[in-house]
């Protein structure tokens, strides 16, 4: 039983472009939830998406934003990219109401 | 709004021994879930340990086991004959339940526990 996976493992961007991270749930998973992670930070809360919808959302800018796909996998776009951003983005699945398994996260610099 | 404080950055304890991590959080609500995570240098973060808030018994999952005391807002870990793989940062987590889907998670800043041989 595969856990939740996530590519690609390392990224690179400049300032300005463009990127997108992919996650696939762990197996019988339905929703999942995006945190961005700093450097000796804890993770902070994206959004989530459960039956292809945006459900919750943290305090993030409309440059980021996901979908989800009928598999329940899901992907997470960040237009116009700062040095900000360069982060651990970490994508959790659970089931309702359960308990959030993470995977192994993208490291995204940005130059 | 939820938050979750982790006032200790770091910890150090010898092999074998025990050692407790303290997190306190706050809260209005009365229905919630209480985590701890693990992540070692390898990134992953790891469920350790989970406490309903409804209930009175403290969750235990073999060398680890927590101390919840829900009117003080407390919620620490202790972790018994501690090994070298103990070392990692340890969060912890507050989860609102809600009638809808699931909720997010909300972290503390985490502590660092380092295990010496």
């Known amino acids: 039983d595969a856990g939740v996976t996530q590519s690609p493992t390392h990224l690179i961007k400049t300032r300005g472009q463009q990127v997108t991270l992919r996650c696939s749930p762990k197996s019988g998973h339905d929703t999942v939830s995006w945190y961005q992670q700093a450097l000796g930070q804890g993770p902070q809360f994206i959004f989530q998406y459960y039956e292809e919808e945006e459900r919750q959302r943290g305090n993030f800018p409309d440059r980021f934003s996901g979908h989800q796909f009928p598999n329940y996998s899901s992907e997470l776009n960040v237009n116009a990219l700062l040095l900000g951003d360069s982060a651990l983005y970490l994508c959790?699945?659970?089931?309702?109401?359960?308990?959030?398994?993470f995977g192994p996260g993208t490291r995204l610099t940005v130059t | 709004a939820q938050t979750v404080t982790q006032s200790q950055p770091e910890m150090s304890v010898q092999e074998a021994e025990t050692v407790t991590l303290s997190c306190t959080y706050d809260?209005?609500?009365?229905?919630?879930?209480l985590f701890w995570y693990k992540q070692p240098p390898s990134r992953q973060m790891i469920l350790v340990i989970r406490?309903?808030?409804?209930?009175?018994q403290n969750a235990t999952e073999n060398r680890f086991s927590v101390n919840f005391q829900k009117a003080a807002k407390s919620f620490s870990l202790k972790i018994s004959d501690s090994q070298l793989g103990d070392t990692a940062m340890y969060f912890c987590a507050f989860m609102k339940l809600g009638t809808g889907a699931n909720s997010k998670l909300t972290f503390g800043k985490g502590i660092t526990l380092s295990v010496r041989p």
């Open positions: 406490q309903e808030a409804y209930k009175q």
């Open positions: 959790a699945s659970s089931s309702r109401r359960g308990e959030q398994y």
């Open positions: 809260t209005s609500e009365n229905n919630y879930y």
